[in-house]
């Protein structure tokens, strides 16, 4: 028994160190494109994140929820202070992608 408490420790020890961590912005983008906006919102709420972040995709977390088609997240990400008007690496606004990739909703909301 001794034997196999040792084991269960290293085993516990292992799997804690082959833990993964990615920076918040990444796992935000994540929620982000998957539209889980309990997620999202949990990250604003506690500032984990900046909206105005341009990230190496070359656009901010508004344009990536246009480019979702996710409306009730774009709607969330707005509440919170998300820039309408900013402009992606490419100078393009949220709109202007709404409006590229058909998502006539999002465009007109």
């Known amino acids: 028994t001794s034997l196999n ?3 269960s420790r ?3 020890r292992l799997r804690a160190s082959r833990t993964v961590h990615f920076p918040n912005d990444v796992v935000f983008q994540d929620h982000i494109r998957q539209g889980d906006l309990v997620q999202v919102g949990r990250f ?5 994140v900046a909206l105005d972040t341009i990230y190496p995709s070359g656009m901010a977390a508004l344009h990536q ?3 979702t088609g996710n409306l009730d ?3 969330l990400l707005v509440k919170y202070g998300a820039d309408i008007h900013q402009r992606d690496e490419n100078g393009w606004t949220p709109l202007h992608m709404a409006c590229s990739d058909g998502h006539a909703d999002i465009a007109r909301w």
């Open 44 to 48: 604003i709420r506690a500032r984990k």
């Open 73 to 75: 997240c774009v709607k």
């Open 5 to 7: 408490a040792r084991y």
């Open 65 to 67: 929820a246009v480019l």
């Open 10 to 12: 290293y085993r516990q």
